[in-house]
């Protein structure tokens, strides 16, 4: 074994069981064999009852879980997990967490028993340079990233992993720190960031459940154009587009997660766009896969 594999080994097992050998360590960190990148997905997740309704969010989810290529892994940036600093989830099998209230027994009873990935955990770490990631052994799958996932793969039988979203940071940083994590595509790893492109909670609008408000349609739009203009400057300072966005993005958390997708696109690689719809007055569902 060379001095670097090595010293990689002994990392991992600072996080993985203490009576695992360096010998069987490497059978899962040394199966990260290279692939052709791995395409990436921005998901509008919605409500959390898409995860056990039958429409046509969840349709979208199953057909794009057959089209993309069975991932090594999938690491998902959700916006539902916000830290100060940037956490990854490095468990060996994380648990389901029932983030919210006010719904049916049935929705806190589902759980998605995918296994983790310490190994992937800690090859992220490696990756990223522009900022100091740690390594997480306490949060789990939230409903950002399980309620998705379990559409794409519903066997739960590939790992999962969440990346944490550091509060105190600007877009620009997340910008960046998404174009990092760009060598995990071309290891299997399948990219997945998770929120809504437009999100006001606070004026939702429950007797309207298949179309937006006036400014909740013009930012979706605005938002679109601009992902396929390539204009990224302008999505990264969302806060110059006008009153609609003002609305539409009252807080970050479910916006940043697609800096993340775009920062990873790469120059003659393809954005199509899935689930195009408003909903409940203020939430889109607009997604996208990039590959």
């Known amino acids: 074994m060379e001095r670097k594999e090595f010293i990689h080994s002994l990392a991992l097992l600072s996080i993985t069981a203490p009576n ?4 069987e360590l490497n059978k899962i960190s040394g199966s990260f064999d290279s692939t052709k990148p791995m395409p990436i997905l921005f998901v509008g997740h919605g409500s959390p009852m898409n995860a056990i309704e039958e429409n046509e969010f969840v349709k979208g989810w199953r057909q794009m879980g057959q089209y993309v290529p069975k991932p090594t892994a999938v690491l998902c940036i959700s916006a539902h997990w916000e830290t100060k600093g940037t956490f990854v989830t490095a468990m060996e099998k994380p648990a389901t967490i029932h983030d919210f209230g006010g719904f049916p027994q049935a929705l806190y009873e589902v759980q998605y028993p995918a296994a ?11 990756t990223v340079h ?7 052994q306490k949060w789990g799958l939230d409903h950002g990233c399980w309620s998705v996932v379990r559409h794409l793969y519903p066997k739960a039988d590939v790992p999962v992993l969440q990346m944490s979203l550091d509060y105190n940071k600007p877009a620009q940083f997340h910008y ?11 290891k299997g790893v399948l990219i997945v960031g998770s929120g809504n492109i437009v999100h006001n909670l606070s004026i939702i609008d429950w007797r309207n459940p298949d179309s937006g408000y006036d400014w909740a349609e013009i930012a979706n739009a605005k938002i679109k154009k601009l992902v396929l203009e390539g204009d990224y400057k302008s999505l990264i300072n969302y806060h110059n587009l006008g009153k609609e966005m003002e609305l539409s993005v009252p807080s970050p958390e479910h916006y940043l997660p697609l800096l993340y997708i ?11 766009i899935f689930n195009d719809k408003t909903v409940m007055g203020s939430i889109s569902m607009s997604s996208f896969k990039i590959e």
């Open 176 to 186: 960046d720190l998404g174009r990092e994590l760009n060598s995990l595509r071309e």
């Open 116 to 126: 983790g990935s310490p190994a992937i955990a800690q090859k992220t770490k490696e």
């Open 262 to 272: 775009l920062a990873l696109k790469k120059e003659k690689e393809q954005i199509a």
């Open 130 to 136: 522009s900022a100091s990631i740690e390594l997480d």
């Open 20 to 23: 695992m050998t360096i010998s």
